[in-house]
């Protein structure tokens, strides 16, 4: 197939696979439409309860397509503040903002913006032989795509700076060890395990997973007083779904609940 971004949807998951394996899924624009294309209908399909993420081939993602940049071909400098604005920017907000949870399997090396893509989802499980490279400043580039401001994040300053200064590649079980991701696994244990995961959440009480995602992100930017008011209001609207109703049933019942995803 030529679809840059291969998708489908099945058992309430949507499986997206950056699809160019011979440049390690490195993003030109088409492949920034398609993907951008793709979590758009996530938020907008009933149907779709969990989006599962990876790559085809060896690699999981190269960032972006340097081919597409190359000075050599002549033309003014380019505005990387537009490219980010234009394509890697909305989609990362659209993973963010997505009330479902998006699981990445990592198959390969996941360089530049495409390591903090991942860093974007979820829940994160990596192939062994994994590696994560802050390729940037390799290039002269700054980490982007939410990199500079996740790994600061989750793994302080010291680890944060040298990994982007350095731009040394991280295994997947340093990673993991770190918490910058949900877990390393043999290679071949990869997909079944994130598929299973995967086809887990997307049994799960969809709205009240969306909920917990939304409050999980909220933590680290307002106070404890703040966020109680937003679990109150969090636990309300969980509290009307069917899915609530079904989950205290089956309890109640002694047998597994069945949710709908409302
Ligand atoms: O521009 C903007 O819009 C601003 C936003 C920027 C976001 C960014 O992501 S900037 C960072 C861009 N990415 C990189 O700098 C990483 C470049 N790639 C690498 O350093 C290495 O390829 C890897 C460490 C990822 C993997 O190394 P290795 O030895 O396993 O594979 P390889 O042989 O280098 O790559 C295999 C092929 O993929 C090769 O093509 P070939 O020679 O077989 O025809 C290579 O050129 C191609 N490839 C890998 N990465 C890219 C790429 N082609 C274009 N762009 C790439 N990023």
Redesign the pocket.
């Known amino acids: 197939q030529n679809e840059t971004v291969l998708a489908r949807l099945e058992a309430g998951v949507l499986h997206l696979t950056l699809n160019r394996p011979?440049?390690?899924n490195?993003?030109n624009e088409d492949m920034h439409r398609a993907l951008r294309k793709q979590v758009e209908r996530a938020h907008e399909d009933d149907a779709v309860r969990t989006v599962l993420l990876t790559g085809a081939g060896?690699?999981f993602c190269?960032?972006?397509?340097?081919?597409?940049?190359d000075p050599r071909k002549g033309g003014a400098k380019?505005d990387?503040g537009h490219?980010?604005d234009t394509?890697?920017n909305p989609t990362l907000r659209l993973i963010r903002t997505l009330e479902k949870p998006v699981v990445c399997a990592v198959n390969?090396?996941?360089?530049?913006?495409?390591?903090?893509i991942a860093f974007a989802c979820d829940i994160v499980l990596a192939a062994k032989s994994a590696?994560f490279?802050q390729?940037?400043s390799?290039?002269g580039?700054i980490p982007?795509?939410g990199g500079s401001w996740s790994l600061a994040r989750i793994l302080g300053e010291p680890r944060a700076k040298a990994l982007t200064l350095l731009a040394e590649?991280l295994k997947a079980e340093q990673a993991a060890d770190w918490g910058l991701i949900w877990k390393a696994v043999e290679d071949e244990a990869l997909m079944p395990e994130t598929i299973k995961i995967a086809e887990r959440l997307a049994a799960g009480p969809t709205v009240g997973l969306g909920l917990t995602k939304r409050l999980i992100q909220a933590a680290a930017e307002q106070p404890l007083d703040a966020h109680l008011d937003m679990e109150r209001d969090c636990q309300r609207s969980a509290g009307l779904t069917d899915d609530y109703a079904e989950g205290v049933t089956a309890f109640l019942e002694k047998r597994p609940p069945v949710f709908q995803g409302k």
Do not use: C
């Not at 390969?108 to 903090?116: I, L």
């Open positions: 011979d440049k390690l490195s993003f060896r690699g190269a960032g972006q397509d340097l081919g597409d940049r380019p990387l490219t980010l394509f890697y390969g090396v996941a360089a530049g913006a495409g390591a903090n590696k490279i390729a940037f390799k290039i580039l982007d795509a590649p």
